[in-house]
């Protein structure tokens, strides 16, 4: 069959992206609809089957305390991509908007705004989680708070970048001329113009996210055990790492997966959305 869409088709011809983009489609599948296929609670204990191998009952073994490893990854699954979309939706929504407002407005507001993102640029992003979640205080939806607040500063200066190589073309000053509102001129003139470098850095920033969330709950401040979450999981396994390595070789390679999988989707839709990137 041919493809006659031009991005799709290049898209395609990276065999490394599109393989990543079937895993990573397979992972939200069985992430969100495997719980319904699992007969085990992920946080009930179960003293007797403590540190259990592989088997029909337990495809991946049991934990410390005898929970089902495939089980809590799945349930982990939930709680980890699902606080990353969220993180990247709230840096997303909150940097486009100070983006677009500052770029094409300018003046104080924009100068203002500027050095703030600069100042907070300077910052580690991880760092910026930590500091947000300890006053928002631990728990999933307050990492998640936490992971957007750290990634507004990459999304509002990419959005600004692109506003300012665009607004001062022609055909925006020809919009301007005819008398068009800001808001349409914003929505229909310029912001279709920066679309793709935005769809790509939320696809790149997913894996981000996802290990920030991981990191936090690994340190105690993010989700809570008994949740199940990939990041907490590693850090409740790693006292029995030598006796049973399953409970955290698995959740890490999970993140390890996602990770590769956002890394390369992202690579292969930079080079189909802008072609200057592939020359």
Not at 25 to 48: E, K, W
């Amino acid at each position: 069959m041919k493809i006659k869409n031009k991005k799709l088709k290049i898209f395609l011809s990276r065999k490394i992206s599109v393989i990543a983009a079937v895993i990573f489609i397979i992972m939200l599948l069985v992430v969100f609809v495997g719980p319904f296929l699992s007969p085990h609670d992920p946080i009930r204990m179960d003293a007797g089957n403590r540190s259990q191998g592989v088997s029909w009952s337990h495809w991946l073994g049991t934990d410390d305390i005898g929970r089902d490893i495939f089980t809590r990854i799945i349930y982990g699954g939930q709680y980890s991509i699902g606080l990353a979309f969220l993180g990247v939706s709230i840096s997303l929504v909150l940097g486009l908007t100070l983006g677009l407002s500052s770029g094409y407005y300018g003046g104080i507001f924009d100068a203002a705004v500027s050095r703030f993102i600069d100042f907070l640029m300077s910052v580690p992003a991880f760092l910026i989680a930590i500091v947000s979640l300890t006053i928002l205080g631990s728990g999933g939806i307050n990492s998640a708070i936490a992971v957007g607040i750290s990634g507004i500063p990459l999304f509002m200066r990419i959005t600004r970048s692109g506003v300012l190589a665009v607004k001062d073309m022609d055909y925006v000053r020809s919009c301007r001329m005819m008398g068009l509102s800001d808001s349409k001129i914003i929505v229909t003139h310029i912001l279709p113009g920066i679309i793709p470098l935005i769809i790509v850095t939320s696809t790149l920033q997913l894996g981000t996210a996802l290990l920030t969330v991981s990191a936090l709950s690994f340190l105690g401040i993010g989700v809570n055990p008994p949740t199940p979450e990939w990041g907490s999981m590693m850090a409740t396994a790693r006292l029995f790492v030598l006796s049973s390595p399953r409970a955290t070789i698995i959740p890490g390679s999970a993140i390890t997966l996602f990770v590769m999988c956002t890394s390369l989707i992202g690579d292969g839709l930079r080079d189909a959305l802008d072609p200057k990137s592939r020359e």
